[in-house]
């Protein structure tokens, strides 16, 4: 009889032991989708401070662009000296960075011309062309930034 209440008591410590190991599991799972779930949201509010910070670039290159005369060329005085290679843009007529040539190499040196080449979305942002207007900048969790070169329009498209 005493080996049968061993053997019981066994059973039970077993039985205890998967049950906490199943508590511990969905705490785990629960705590890992929340994690997740997180970082898509600081990376969309990255990309709102980047989309922020673009149209502030915007409207200073516009200040600049009607205090020099509206130029057809500017050349960005804020970047730093070992970035100057060529930091000119072009500028359309109503005064917005444009492209001369739009494609997924131009954009992202756009990008990197106007918000600097030390970015934190740099490594993360995707440039292409759509059309022959927009240049389109994607995060890793398909949040985009876009950008029309002909009204230097911006818009921030976030799926949450």
């Given at each position: 009889m005493q080996s049968q209440q061993q053997s019981d008591n066994h059973l039970l410590q077993v039985y205890?032991?998967?049950v906490a190991l199943c508590v511990l599991l969905v705490?785990?799972?629960?705590?890992?989708?929340?994690y997740f779930n997180a970082i898509e949201q600081t990376s969309a509010q990255?990309?709102?401070?980047e989309q922020s910070r673009l149209l502030n670039v915007l409207a200073m290159i516009r200040g600049q662009w009607?205090?020099?005369g509206r130029p057809q060329q500017m050349k960005l005085n804020w970047l730093l000296p070992?970035?100057?290679q060529d930091t000119s843009i072009?500028?359309?007529?109503?005064?917005?960075?444009?492209?001369?040539?739009v494609d997924e190499n131009s954009c992202k040196i756009l990008w990197q011309q106007l918000m600097g080449s030390d970015s934190r979305f740099e490594a993360s942002i995707m440039a292409q062309g759509l059309g022959s207007d927009i240049c389109l900048y994607s995060s890793r969790n398909g949040d985009q930034i876009r950008y029309k070169l002909s009204?230097?329009?911006?818009?921030l498209l976030t799926y949450n």
């Amino acid at each position: 009889m005493q080996s049968q209440q061993q053997s019981d008591n066994h059973l039970l410590q077993v039985y205890g032991r998967l049950v906490a190991l199943c508590v511990l599991l969905v705490i785990l799972t629960v705590f890992g989708f929340r994690y997740f779930n997180a970082i898509e949201q600081t990376s969309a509010q990255n990309l709102r401070v980047e989309q922020s910070r673009l149209l502030n670039v915007l409207a200073m290159i516009r200040g600049q662009w009607l205090a020099q005369g509206r130029p057809q060329q500017m050349k960005l005085n804020w970047l730093l000296p070992e970035n100057e290679q060529d930091t000119s843009i072009l500028i359309n007529e109503l005064g917005w960075p444009t492209l001369a040539h739009v494609d997924e190499n131009s954009c992202k040196i756009l990008w990197q011309q106007l918000m600097g080449s030390d970015s934190r979305f740099e490594a993360s942002i995707m440039a292409q062309g759509l059309g022959s207007d927009i240049c389109l900048y994607s995060s890793r969790n398909g949040d985009q930034i876009r950008y029309k070169l002909s009204s230097g329009e911006v818009i921030l498209l976030t799926y949450n």
